[in-house]
C-alpha cells in the first residue's frame, strides 16, 4: 500500500531522512518510534505529500505521492502541532474539511458528538489544547480517510478519551481496512494498538518487523552465572544489553527463543527465567545496539 524506497530529504545540506525504505501494508497500525530528531516528522511529511524527497519514491497504490490531489483527499495528516483558521468555531471548520475531503461523512460527524460531546459552535482556540485535538480527530475521523498518518497523535489526551479514539481507529481499521501510520514516544500507549513498527534512527530505518515476530526475537534472560564465565556464557549469544546484580547476569539477547533456551540450559545454572519484552525495552535495546547510550537504564 504505501512502499517508500530509497528515499532522501536534506535542509540546509543536512540529510536528515537518508536513503531510507519502508513498506506499510494496507489495513496494518504501523508505529514509526524513533529518537528525538530522527526524521520521523520529515518523513511523514513526505508520506502525505507535503514535502518532496529530494531522491527516491514515495508511493501508495503505485501513485506517486507529491502533487497527486485525487490521493491526497485519501490520505490525512495530523501533524503535533495543530492548524486551524483563525477564529474558527467547529462547525467552521468541518465545512472546510466538508469541501476539502469528497468522502466526508455527514452522518458519522453527527454520531461522533456523542464521543467528543463540545458544542460545535464554539471557537477552537478558545479550546483546552486536549479539546483540539479531540476536534482533529472528529474532523478527521468524518472525512473517512483510507490512510491516516498521525505524529505524536495523544499528546494532551486525558486517559478515557485516549481510549475512546484508540478504539475508534482499530474500529475503522478493522471495518474499512483504514491504514494508519503512528509516530510516538509513548511507546506503551502506542504498544497494544501497533502490529508493525519500524525505528527510526538518524534518518534510516534500522528495522522494520511485524511487532509478534519482533517481540518472539528478543528475550531478557536471567541465570546464575559467575563473574569468570560470563564472557564465555555471552560469546555465543547475540547480545544487546547485559547487567550483573550479584550472582546473576541479566541480559537482553535476540534469537529464536526455542535455540537460546536450549543453548542456555547447556549452562546448567541454578537460576534461568527468559522473558519477552516491552516495546519499549525493546526500543532501548535495539537503539543501544545501533550507539545511542543506555549504560545508565536499569533493567525493571
Ligand atoms: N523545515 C526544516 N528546516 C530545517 N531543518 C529541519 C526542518 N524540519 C526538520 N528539520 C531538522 O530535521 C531533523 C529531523 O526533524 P524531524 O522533526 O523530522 O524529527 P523527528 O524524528 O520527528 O523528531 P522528534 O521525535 O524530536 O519530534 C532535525 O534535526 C530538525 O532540526
Not at 505529500?49 to 506517486?64: A, F, M, R, T
Not at 465545512?95 to 458544542?119: A, G, H, S
Not at 494508519?180 to 501497533?194: F, G, K, P, T
Request: aromatic residues 8%.
Amino acid at each position: 500500500m504505501i512502499k517508500v524506497t530509497n528515499v532522501s530529504k536534506s535542509f540546509e545540506k543536512e540529510a536528515v531522512v537518508n536513503q531510507l525504505s519502508m513498506h506499510v501494508k494496507k489495513g496494518s497500525i504501523y508505529g514509526l518510534l524513533g529518537s528525538n530528531g530522527a526524521g520521523k516528522t520529515t518523513l511523514m511529511k513526505m508520506l502525505a505529500g507535503l514535502y518532496k524527497p529530494d531522491s527516491g519514491s514515495v508511493v501508495i497504490d503505485s501513485q506517486e505521492v507529491f502533487e497527486n490531489v485525487p490521493l491526497k483527499e485519501r490520505v490525512i495528516f495530523l501533524p503535533d502541532t495543530l492548524y486551524f483558521f483563525h477564529q474558527a468555531t467547529i462547525e467552521q471548520m468541518a465545512t472546510f474539511y466538508r469541501r476539502t475531503y469528497p468522502r466526508w461523512n455527514e452522518k458519522r460527524y453527527q454520531q461522533l458528538k456523542q464521543v467528543f460531546d463540545i458544542d460545535t459552535s464554539r471557537k477552537i482556540h478558545r479550546l483546552s489544547k486536549g479539546m483540539q485535538r479531540q476536534v482533529a480527530f472528529w474532523l478527521v475521523f468524518s472525512s473517512m480517510p483510507d490512510i491516516l498518518i498521525l505524529d505524536e497523535p495523544i499528546d494532551g489526551l486525558d486517559a478515557v478519551m485516549r481510549g475512546k479514539i484508540k478504539n475508534i481507529l482499530v474500529q475503522e481499521v478493522a471495518e474499512r481496512n483504514m491504514t494508519v501510520l503512528i509516530s510516538s514516544h509513548n511507546l506503551r500507549e502506542v504498544e497494544d494498538l501497533c502490529d508493525h513498527v519500524g525505528i527510526m534512527h538518524r534518518g534510516q530505518l534500522l528495522i522494520e518487523r511485524d511487532l509478534d515476530d519482533l517481540k518472539s526475537d528478543v528475550h531478557k534472560i536471567q541465570v546464575a552465572i559467575s563473574e569468570e564465565k560470563e564472557e564465555g556464557f555471552l560469546s555465543e549469544l547475540t547480545v544487546l544489553h547485559k547487567e550483573r546484580r550479584g550472582s546473576i547476569l541479566i541480559s537482553i539477547v535476540k534469537g529464536e527463543p526455542s535455540k537460546v533456551e536450549k543453548y542456555v540450559k547447556t549452562w546448567n545454572s541454578p537460576v534461568f527465567d527468559i522473558l519477552p519484552l516491552t516495546l519499549e525495552e525493546i526500543f532501548v535495546y535495539e537503539m543501544g545496539d545501533h550507539g545511542y547510550a543506555i549504560e545508565n537504564i536499569l533493567i525493571q
